[in-house]
């Protein structure tokens, strides 16, 4: 069974900056895609960032592009988002998950229905 735990979250001014760290267990991440998605208060869950499996490719929602780096480290089974230029429009409880599908070696998906294991989420609030 594969676990997830999230860490990092917390309180932080507008333009501040965070990293949120996910460390696996149960299962090696070296295989997979990862990805990080958020829930805004009274939202639904969305897309943030995604990696394939060795960290090469990345992708990223418009709304985050150029302020949120997504990273890994295999070795460690830990997964990163490092956050600069916060905005309070980026309040939520984050998840990070991973994606059990592969399609080739460049491989991620932005879409939360081809994840099969997510964290139990971080909260970030960002005051103004």
């Known amino acids: 069974q594969v676990q997830l735990v999230e860490s990092g979250g917390g309180l932080v001014q507008a333009g501040g900056s965070l990293r949120l760290s996910c460390v696996a267990s149960?299962?090696?991440?070296?295989?997979?895609?990862m990805g990080w998605f958020r829930q805004p208060p009274g939202k639904e869950r969305e897309f943030v960032a995604a990696i394939n499996w060795s960290g090469s490719t990345t992708g990223y929602a418009d709304s985050v592009k150029g302020r949120f780096t997504i990273s890994r480290d295999n070795a460690k089974s830990t997964l990163y988002l490092q956050m600069l230029s916060l905005k309070p429009e980026d309040t939520a409880v984050y998840y990070c998950?991973?994606?059990?599908?592969?399609?080739?070696?460049?491989?991620?998906?932005?879409?939360?229905?081809?994840?099969?294991?997510w964290g139990q989420g971080t909260q970030v609030t960002v005051s103004s």
């Open positions: 998950a991973l994606d059990l599908n592969y399609s080739g070696n460049y491989y991620y998906s932005d879409s939360a229905g081809s994840y099969a294991y």
């Open positions: 149960g299962r090696p991440l070296s295989s997979h895609a």
